[in-house]
């Protein structure tokens, strides 16, 4: 069992940054990949990156690739997400999400999720 609370999100003008946090409760932090998923209004929730166990191993969506940056500290129980050059397509609901062995990009393959933080750029 690992629960999961996001930080970081607000609101920000397109070109800008944040750092948004996950941070995960338990001692077993490190047997599960960690993903990032958002959620805009009306849309459906859309995977943005995922990391593996070590953090060896991340993946990224498209949209995001070059401007979004995952990263996990074990010893802190806690991954971020650095998003750079946000753009107003970024604005959504950001969730962290949990799962045993490998990173997925399928939502339905994450078993833990976060309540979501907001992030909204402006143009």
């Known amino acids: 069992q690992v629960q999961l609370v996001e930080s970081g999100g607000g609101l920000v003008q397109a070109g800008g940054s944040l750092r948004l946090s996950c941070a995960a409760s338990g001692r077993t932090f490190s047997s599960y990949a960690m993903g990032w998923f958002r959620q805009a209004p009306g849309k459906e929730r859309e995977f943005v990156t995922a990391?593996?166990?070590?953090?060896?191993?991340?993946y990224s969506a498209d949209s995001v690739k070059g401007r979004f940056t995952i990263s996990r500290d074990n010893a802190k129980n806690t991954v971020y997400l650095q998003m750079n050059s946000l753009k107003p397509e970024d604005t959504a609901v950001y969730y962290c999400?949990?799962?045993?062995?490998?990173?997925?990009?399928?939502?339905?393959?994450?078993?833990?999720w976060g309540q979501g933080t907001q992030v909204t750029v402006s143009s």
């Open positions: 990391i593996s166990l070590s953090g060896g191993s991340t």
């Open positions: 999400a949990a799962r045993r062995g490998v990173l997925s990009t399928l939502s339905d393959q994450y078993g833990y």
